[in-house]
């Protein structure tokens, strides 16, 4: 198994900008997926890397200002998010799976990090 702890979470105004931090607890080329939930919706996809970092796939709604990265060495995953809006607002989940290939259904995913809380305001 491998734990994941998210940072980097808070308030920002529209416009801003926020770079999350997944650590993990050891090293691994697992997959890794970037989620987030808001107040009575579902888990919703948002980024997802490959375990080497060659590949990664982003929700339409985030694509041209999110990124997903990751340092396998430093044994973390980030999520940049630029030109925040506040439909953004949402607590950020850091989730990984046993495959190396990435997908964007929640289910597939084993591991689960805490989450952040991301607040755009206006």
């Known amino acids: 198994q491998v734990q994941l702890v998210e940072s980097g979470g808070g308030l920002v105004q529209t416009g801003g900008s926020l770079r999350l931090s997944c650590a993990m607890s050891?090293?691994?080329?697992?997959?890794m997926g970037w989620f987030r939930q808001a107040p009575g919706k579902e888990r919703e996809f948002v980024a997802a890397?490959?375990?080497?970092?060659?590949?990664?796939v982003y929700a339409d709604s985030v694509k041209g200002r999110f990124t997903i990265s990751r340092d396998n060495a430093k044994n973390s995953v980030y999520l940049q998010m630029n030109s925040l809006k506040p439909e953004d607002t949402a607590v950020y989940y850091c989730?990984?799976?046993?495959?190396?290939?990435?997908?964007?259904?929640?289910?597939?995913?084993?591991?689960w990090g805490q989450g952040t809380q991301v607040t755009v305001s206006s």
């Open positions: 989730a990984s799976r046993l495959p190396g290939t990435p997908t964007m259904n929640p289910r597939t995913y084993d591991y």
């Open positions: 050891r090293r691994t080329n697992q997959a």
């Open positions: 890397i490959t375990g080497t970092g060659g590949t990664t």
